[in-house]
């Protein structure tokens, strides 16, 4: 089974890290003054504050947390956005954009009574107008979300709510932003301006032996200093490889998908005409994948194999 962008098979030989992977991703954006450049880029907009939170304060399910890391952020407008990075697809994942984002709508909502001051000095209390700041989610996918062919070359999308007869914005108060990596397809030397080269950084940065001589940037400078893999300390080191196991695994779910050509809710077996290794590599997936965070739901999406042969190897105690 051919693997495409097998991290971990060239982790010896990598300079810098895969910024796709949870570990890598969380290790570049953490550093406040890179995550606030990327993010201008996109919105074009000053962040003047930025939170990690907790995935319980964003009220993510446990187990749809593969391979995601988030970020909460607040603009010099005051507008709100999540940040979030995302492996592979998942079932109904529009829908799970849409879930996320009552979190940072739902906590701008007064604790009690609002507080005034009236013509007089006086503090009165009066009821919330409803009144919130804009929010944002910006997803950046390892993964085509829109596949249509009108699509095919649009790498950034900004989806909001319409009026359909009128064709005007319903509320500017509600956006979602998608970094679709694999459409980018430029090479280095296409590059175009400060965004293309942050966008081909996240897409190619661990194939890459050096950062590239036109990226002058001081920033970008920085960005690729910081995702050296010899700059890790050994707990780091430890930290980093496990993440691209779960990576890898996440990727290797979805070509096996790819190749085999399998439907979302196809049942199919694992002992039928399917060869000794295959079998294993399936178990091997079923196995990484559901100890590594993957919902039953995405691992039959990713294999084919039902609820019962999945419950089944991951009670089993074979080894792979």
């Not at 607040?74 to 492996?87: D, K």
């Not at 739902?106 to 000095?121: C, E, F, L, Y």
Request: glycine letters at 6%.
């Amino acid at each position: 089974m051919k693997v495409k962008n097998n991290t971990s098979k060239n982790l010896g030989k990598e300079v810098f890290m895969n910024l796709k992977t949870d570990f890598g991703f969380k290790k570049v954006f953490g550093d406040k003054t890179l995550l606030t450049a990327f993010l201008k880029t996109i919105l074009f907009e000053d962040i003047t504050e930025i939170e990690y939170l907790p995935a319980e304060q964003l009220g993510y399910v446990k187990e749809n947390r593969k391979a995601v890391y988030d970020v909460y952020c607040t603009t010099s407008g005051g507008r709100r956005f999540i940040v979030e990075m995302q492996a592979s697809s998942q079932p109904n994942f529009a829908e799970r954009m849409l879930f996320y984002m009552t979190f940072p709508i739902i906590r701008q909502a007064p604790k009690g009574k609002v507080t005034k001051t009236d013509s007089d000095g006086k503090e009165v209390k009066k009821p919330w107008d409803y009144s919130i700041e804009g929010v944002y989610m910006i997803a950046i996918l390892n993964f085509t979300l829109f596949p249509e062919d009108e699509a095919q070359n649009i790498v950034i999308e900004h989806v909001k709510l319409m009026r359909q007869e009128a064709k005007t914005v319903f509320t500017d108060k509600l956006e979602f932003v998608t970094i679709e990596l694999p459409k980018f397809r430029k090479e280095k030397e296409d590059l175009l301006g400060i965004q293309d080269k942050w966008l081909f950084s996240l897409k190619n940065m661990e194939t890459l032996p050096e950062c590239p001589k036109e990226f002058d940037e001081e920033i970008l400078r920085k960005l690729y200093e910081i995702a050296k893999i010899n700059n890790l300390t050994g707990e780091e080191m430890e930290t980093y490889r496990k993440s691209v196991t779960e990576y890898d695994d996440v990727i290797l779910a979805m070509d096996y998908a790819e190749e085999r050509g399998i439907k979302i809710g196809e049942k199919r077996g694992i002992g039928k005409g399917e060869k000794q290794g295959e079998k294993k590599q399936l178990i091997r997936l079923v196995k990484n994948g559901y100890k590594n965070g993957m919902s039953i739901d995405q691992i039959i999406q990713f294999t084919g194999l039902t609820e019962e042969e999945i419950y089944a190897i991951i009670s089993s105690k074979l080894r792979v």
